[in-house]
């Protein structure tokens, strides 16, 4: 079987919701410790990174499964 007919092994799944909430959360407290900026952890800027990482990571993981096909998967 070529490697063209083969079917993907390798199916890309954008993170959920609340893993993207928690890491926003992560992100935005390190930042205003580092800082010493208490706005940056505000439930606000939180939602805000949470809500902008959902809108990047679903088409980045739709566009990595329309070509898992086509990457060079095996080893040498």
């Known amino acids: 079987m070529t490697r063209n007919a083969r079917q993907p092994s390798i199916e890309y799944i954008p993170p959920s919701a609340p893993t993207l909430r928690a890491f926003a959360k992560a ?15 505000s439930n606000d800027v939180i939602g805000g990174l949470a809500s902008f990482l959902e ?16 990457l060079d998967d095996e080893t040498d």
């Open 27 to 41: 992100v935005c407290e390190a930042l205003s410790a580092q800082r010493g900026d208490s706005a940056l952890a």
């Open 55 to 70: 809108v990047v990571t679903r088409p980045q993981a739709k566009q990595l499964n329309m070509y898992a096909g086509v």
